[in-house]
């Protein structure tokens, strides 16, 4: 069937509006992901630190603050038991986070970390955190959570204060699933 | 062979006539403008005193909500589709659209996409209430369950605007006369096929956006949910993606619309007529790149705040370009002001006012001050209704004649035109008043020292309602009272091949057509 000129342009501009359907649902939120892990942005902090830092540098203290928040219906007590430490950089120190259980059912639980100010994330090293694995607590329990850091001597000057964030979320229905599949 | 059109309710269902569709386009976007404005005057009727009279908390939410939506989708897009159904082929010497059959179809799916919509104000848990720009999670995780509604509606408004601008497209790369060169294209012609491409570029995004909260909300994924290692940010960033871009898909037809009516009042040709083509190409170009302005306050490294602030305020270039021809137009012109014209120079006064607050609003530090406060509300309602309705006003009552061949009351019109202009002012003005002394937008009580403001901005919106009122009785009484004329140009100082047509324009026009020198 030969195509006329009106044709042509109609099935271009489908196309075109086709492809941008697929460009916001399919590419987007990856690029938008690949750009905040590129350039820091979102604060999101790197998995275990297995390096070793220059000297520690006494000249300088910045201020560490530590903020526990639970996501959502998350029924957890869950805080810092110092909600503030003040650290030379290179220094190694060690902080305990407090997680109690008090419902009546055993829970599993992930923290997810974030750092304020962005640009200090990639100079916040974690050489042990409970972050990195996912905590379990039967009904009533509690615990406390190690969480071992060092922050780095070539964190930019303007940073004086850093604050470290947990948001604690209900992971147990996902990782019976997880459970479930592998059995 | 001439035939007319087919009789009964048939030539309307069945529509393929551009000047058919045209008119019901018209019709349509009027009724969702009325629609629209009770919406409006309810929240000028709460807002009219501190505390709670009228509605209720939720209510208000769901007022402020549709009034956006049904203004920007319903009333403002399809207004400018329907005029240019009606006036691109005229204008271009076509002898109807490209598409017509698809023109039927985007036309028709539009009531129920409104109806699906509206039906959510008679539903439990009430109409959409997480404002007309739907942040996620508010309009995922908090949102009310008629949020299906809502989505759907916006799919089905979206599949028609993109088939509306497909078939615009189509027809002015097509079916211009001989020697109708891109270059002699009326400017409204030009807007149009540009608006007609960021279209095409971004209702599919919009699409895209309300899809993936159709799947957060109902099928278990997490594009928007932090819990689930999604980011409502991103939400934000692919809403104003679309967003962005919509603002110039509002306004670039409304500025084909003045550089139209200006020279023919001040019976000049339009200064710098490539320089409005070139500067339509740029604003249309900028507009996709500075989106991140509307969210200063998510926390944006100070790279990305410098980046889209300048960019931002890199468009206010051709946009004065666009202002100093217009006025540059009418400068030493044989000025008459009929009521065309008045809407055209307070659209270019009321616009420039509008994007002088717009720079305001792009300055980074000073955006997180005013963010979200009631002088956004006041900015862009200037350019939004001034700008877009004042210019949509403006078109209607410019070709009116010609479309009936009948003359409107020009002393009712010049009275709907003061009483809009004035009461537009007293609506608006005061709102920067009250956004400068911190009161924020969307809220439905405010604290007491911004009473004596918001009584002054009530008093303002109704009466612009009431003008509104005026226009839909000139123009009913027009159509079946109106002075017949049947001069085919009904402007003297009136170019362009739509003038070369008899009046009333005929059911089928430029069967052959015209020779363009």
């Not at chain 1, 996912?134 to 615990?143: C, I, N, R, S, T």
């Not at chain 2, 539903?123 to 949102?143: Q, R």
Request: with cysteine; net charge negative.
């Amino acid at each position: 069937m030969p195509i006329n000129a009106t044709q042509k342009i109609t099935l271009k501009l489908v196309v075109v509006a086709i492809g941008m359907f697929v460009f916001a649902v399919f590419l987007m939120p990856p690029l938008y992901d690949v750009f905040c892990e590129l350039t820091g942005i979102g604060g999101k902090t790197k998995g275990q630190f297995e390096g070793t830092t220059a000297a520690v540098d006494v000249e300088r203290e910045i201020k560490i603050q530590f903020v526990a928040t639970n996501n959502g219906a998350m029924p957890w007590e869950f805080s810092p038991l110092q909600y503030q430490v003040r650290v030379h950089p290179g220094e190694k120190t060690a902080v305990e986070f407090y997680a109690k259980n008090p419902t009546s059912r055993d829970m599993v639980a992930q923290a997810i970390p974030n750092i304020t100010p962005n640009n200090a994330a990639e100079f916040f090293h974690k050489t042990e955190c409970f972050c990195f694995d996912k905590q379990v607590l039967k009904a009533g329990e509690e615990a406390n959570m190690g969480l071992v850091f060092i922050v780095d001597p070539e964190l930019p000057a303007s940073v004086t204060t850093i604050t470290l964030s947990y948001t604690l979320f209900d992971v147990t229905e996902a990782t019976e699933a997880a459970v479930a599949t592998t059995n | 062979m001439a035939h007319g059109p087919a009789k009964g309710i048939g030539r309307w269902l069945f529509a393929t006539n551009h000047k058919d569709i045209g008119t019901m386009y018209l019709w349509f976007s009027f009724a969702m403008f009325l629609l629209g404005g009770t919406f409006a005057m309810i929240i000028r009727a709460e807002l009219f005193a501190p505390g709670m009279q009228l509605v209720k908390p939720e209510f208000f939410n769901q007022m402020t909500t549709m009034h956006g939506l049904v203004m920007v989708f319903g009333a403002i897009m399809p207004s400018f589709v329907g005029l240019a159904n009606w006036m691109i082929p005229l204008q271009i010497g076509a002898p109807d659209m490209a598409l017509p059959r698809m023109n039927n179809l985007s036309f028709w799916i539009l009531p129920f996409g409104f109806a699906l919509l509206a039906s959510t104000l008679f539903m439990e848990g009430g109409a959409p209430n997480f404002g007309w720009t739907f942040y996620a999670p508010l309009s995922t995780t908090y949102a009310p369950d008629t949020v299906n509604f809502f989505i759907f509606g916006v799919h089905i408004i979206g599949a028609s605007s993109i088939m509306g601008s497909i078939n615009i497209i189509a027809t002015v790369l097509n079916l211009r006369a001989p020697g109708m060169t891109m270059m002699k294209l009326p400017l409204f012609v030009w807007t149009w096929l540009i608006t007609a491409f960021l279209l095409v570029a971004v209702m599919p995004v919009l699409a895209g956006v309300v899809t993936m909260m159709l799947m957060d909300i109902n099928f278990g994924t997490s594009f928007f949910d932090a819990a689930g290692g999604g980011d409502p940010v991103l939400f934000q960033h692919i809403f104003w993606f679309f967003g962005h871009p919509e603002v110039y898909i509002i306004i670039l037809p409304a500025f084909g619309v003045v550089s139209a009516i200006i020279p023919t009042f001040s019976r000049k040709p339009l200064f710098g007529y490539s320089s409005m083509v070139y500067a339509t190409s740029a604003i249309a170009f900028l507009s996709f790149i500075v989106w991140a302005h509307h969210m200063f306050t998510t926390g944006m490294p100070i790279a990305g705040e410098l980046y889209f602030m300048y960019a931002t305020m890199l468009i206010a270039v051709p946009t004065g370009v666009k202002v100093f021809n217009w006025i540059t137009t009418m400068f030493r012109g044989s000025l008459s002001f009929e009521t065309p014209m008045l809407f055209a120079i307070a659209f270019v006064i009321l616009f420039t006012f509008g994007g002088f607050t717009g720079l305001m609003l792009a300055v980074a530090p000073a955006d997180i001050q005013y963010h979200d406060s009631y002088f956004v509300v006041g900015h862009f309602h200037y350019v939004m209704v001034a700008g877009a309705v004042f210019s949509m006003t403006a078109g209607i009552y410019y070709w009116l004649p010609k479309w009936c061949g009948k003359m409107y009351d020009e002393t009712m019109g010049k009275l709907q035109f003061w009483i809009a202009f004035i009461g537009f002012n007293i609506a608006f003005i005061p709102q920067h008043f009250l956004g400068l002394a911190g009161m924020p937008r969307r809220y439905a009580d405010y604290a007491l020292q911004f009473s004596d403001w918001n009584m002054v901005s009530s008093i303002g919106a109704f009466m612009y309602g009431a003008a509104q009122l005026l226009f839909l009785y000139n123009v009913i009484r027009t159509i079946v009272a109106g002075e017949p004329t049947s001069e085919e140009k009904t402007w003297e100082g009136a170019e362009g091949l739509e003038w070369t047509l008899p009046t009333p324009a005929p059911f089928h026009t430029f069967s052959t057509p015209p020779e363009v020198k």
